[in-house]
């Protein structure tokens, strides 16, 4: 009995160190799922479902992507392992990060119910092996192994590249570290007809978010008077393209790399653009123009947030701010964002992605004039903007008549 009964002691100890990384993974993951009527045109119409994990047990918050959550005009639902679906309320959705913070109440968060870890280190991620947990295809809380390529930029933005699976149903799930069975990052996409490349949102950026928001701070990035080109063949991505509006600002020229903000060396928007997050007003710069150094300094603001967005329902149709952002400088119109099948906006001749180039012979100033514009039952006159059909046009204007018959302007997130 004396030898066996250390035996039992030590046994017991290294399960309970030697726990799987995956095994804790069930315990934090989620179900996401979540149902919209009325979409921005970043979103699709429908119900969608993905995965999000509990990454703070106090504050109920669960991290998973933007695209999962919609960005707030539907209703989202969440479930523990082994539980029902309840109701989740929007925090934070960042389009530039596919991010979203949704908060659970307390009591419908398991009592064994564990929090995921987050590496916000700097270490290098090439080699890591790794599983992307989430609920592919429907089989839910499975991972897929394999391991990290790099971080690296993509379409305007870092990604951790892997070749651990990600399928529909993992978006938003956690990416693993299956060393330290920290969450590195956030699964959300893989390019279609291709094997092994998938993608996920660093978790580094991700911790800059939510250490704003635990302080009560705007984790916004900013919105930046400057936009960059890049130069694949020589890998870099912040060379000065072009004035976001008008002119570039004092000091910057076309061409010239930025290459450090405050002293900090920076190589891509995703790394300069969470420097900048809970920052507003100037910061200094380095730029290289050639084989010289130039100091600058730029200023800037958080872009506004977008659960303060507001839009216009109009009998099927969601109108909003202009999506593209250089367009939305220069011109300021207004656009149509979506317009739900067999509405009837739609049997009116509303079509999604036109602007409104005026209504009753008005250009509508803002979304409240529009708002006011469409008010009452008598027939208005709307002309929408769209790209032509024809070879050597841009645009093509087309006029209809609309009865109004529901017009109601909202805020995202209500």
Same mark, same amino acid.
């Given at each position: 009995?004396?030898?066996?009964?250390?035996?039992?002691?030590?046994?017991?100890?290294?399960?309970?160190?030697?726990?799987?990384?995956?095994?804790?993974?069930?315990?934090?993951?989620?179900?996401?799922?979540?149902?919209?009527?009325?979409?921005?045109?970043?979103?699709?119409?429908?119900?969608?479902?993905?995965?999000?994990?509990?990454?703070?047990?106090?504050?109920?918050?669960?991290?998973?992507?933007?695209?999962?959550?919609?960005? *707030? %005009? $539907?209703? =989202?639902?969440?479930?523990?392992?082994?539980?029902?679906?309840?109701?989740?309320? #929007?925090?934070?959705?960042? !389009?530039?990060?596919?991010?979203?913070?949704?908060?659970?109440?307390?009591?419908?968060?398991?009592?064994?119910?564990?929090?995921?870890?987050?590496?916000?280190?700097?270490?290098?991620?090439?080699?890591?092996?790794?599983?992307?947990?989430?609920?592919?295809?429907?089989?839910?809380?499975?991972?897929?192994?394999?391991?990290?390529?790099?971080?690296?930029?993509?379409?305007?933005?870092?990604?951790?590249?892997?070749?651990?699976?990600?399928?529909?149903?993992?978006?938003?799930?956690?990416?693993?570290?299956? *060393? %330290? $069975?920290? =969450?590195?990052?956030?699964?959300?996409?893989?390019?279609?007809?291709?094997?092994? #490349?998938?993608?996920?949102? !660093?978790?580094?950026?991700?911790?800059?978010?939510?250490?704003?928001?635990?302080?009560?701070?705007?984790?916004?990035?900013?919105?930046?008077?400057?936009?960059?080109?890049?130069?694949?063949?020589?890998?870099?991505?912040?060379?000065?393209?072009?004035?976001?509006?008008?002119?570039?600002?004092?000091?910057?020229?076309?061409?010239?790399?930025?290459?450090?903000?405050?002293?900090?060396?920076?190589?891509?928007?995703?790394?300069?653009?969470?420097?900048?997050?809970?920052?507003?007003?100037?910061?200094?710069?380095?730029?290289?123009?050639?084989?010289?150094?130039?100091?600058?300094?730029?200023?800037?603001?958080?872009?506004?947030?977008?659960?303060?967005?507001?839009?216009?329902?109009?009998?099927?149709?969601?109108?909003?701010?202009?999506?593209?952002?250089?367009?939305?400088?220069?011109?300021?119109?207004?656009?149509?964002?979506?317009?739900?099948?067999?509405?009837?906006?739609?049997?009116?001749?509303?079509?999604?992605?036109?602007?409104?180039?005026?209504?009753?012979?008005?250009?509508?100033?803002?979304?409240?004039?529009?708002?006011?514009?469409?008010?009452?039952?008598?027939?208005?006159?709307?002309?929408?903007?769209?790209?032509?059909?024809?070879?050597?046009?841009?645009?093509?204007?087309?006029?209809?008549?609309?009865?109004?018959?529901?017009?109601?302007?909202?805020?995202?997130?209500?």
């Amino acid at each position: 009995m004396k030898t066996i009964l250390p035996l039992i002691l030590m046994a017991a100890f290294a399960t309970s160190v030697d726990a799987s990384p995956i095994d804790d993974a069930s315990t934090y993951s989620v179900r996401v799922k979540s149902t919209v009527r009325y979409a921005f045109a970043e979103d699709v119409a429908g119900t969608s479902h993905g995965a999000g994990f509990l990454i703070n047990k106090n504050k109920g918050w669960i991290l998973t992507n933007a695209h999962v959550s919609g960005h *707030g %005009t $539907g209703e =989202v639902e969440v479930s523990f392992k082994g539980n029902d679906y309840f109701e989740a309320k #929007l925090v934070y959705v960042d !389009p530039e990060l596919d991010l979203a913070v949704i908060r659970v109440k307390d009591q419908n968060i398991p009592r064994t119910a564990k929090e995921a870890e987050l590496d916000c280190g700097d270490r290098p991620l090439n080699g890591v092996p790794v599983a992307a947990f989430g609920h592919p295809h429907s089989l839910t809380y499975s991972a897929s192994r394999g391991i990290i390529s790099k971080v690296r930029y993509y379409h305007g933005v870092d990604w951790i590249q892997t070749d651990a699976a990600i399928n529909p149903g993992n978006s938003g799930g956690p990416l693993i570290d299956l *060393g %330290t $069975g920290k =969450v590195v990052g956030i699964n959300a996409m893989a390019i279609k007809d291709t094997e092994g #490349l998938n993608f996920a949102v !660093p978790a580094k950026p991700v911790c800059k978010v939510l250490n704003l928001l635990m302080a009560d701070k705007d984790p916004s990035p900013p919105e930046l008077p400057i936009s960059f080109a890049v130069n694949t063949e020589s890998e870099e991505y912040l060379i000065l393209g072009a004035a976001a509006q008008s002119e570039l600002p004092q000091g910057f020229l076309l061409g010239d790399r930025l290459a450090k903000v405050d002293s900090h060396h920076i190589e891509t928007p995703t790394a300069l653009k969470t420097y900048l997050r809970g920052k507003k007003g100037d910061v200094n710069v380095l730029l290289k123009r050639g084989n010289k150094e130039v100091k600058a300094s730029l200023t800037f603001a958080p872009e506004p947030l977008i659960l303060d967005r507001q839009y216009v329902k109009a009998d099927g149709a969601l109108i909003a701010e202009d999506p593209y952002p250089e367009r939305r400088g220069l011109e300021g119109f207004y656009h149509v964002q979506s317009v739900r099948e067999g509405s009837y906006a739609e049997r009116s001749g509303w079509i999604q992605y036109r602007l409104i180039m005026s209504i009753d012979g008005t250009r509508p100033t803002s979304l409240s004039h529009i708002n006011d514009l469409l008010s009452g039952e008598n027939k208005k006159v709307i002309i929408f903007r769209g790209w032509s059909a024809q070879d050597n046009k841009m645009h093509d204007y087309h006029e209809v008549s609309y009865w109004p018959y529901k017009v109601e302007l909202k805020r995202a997130g209500e």
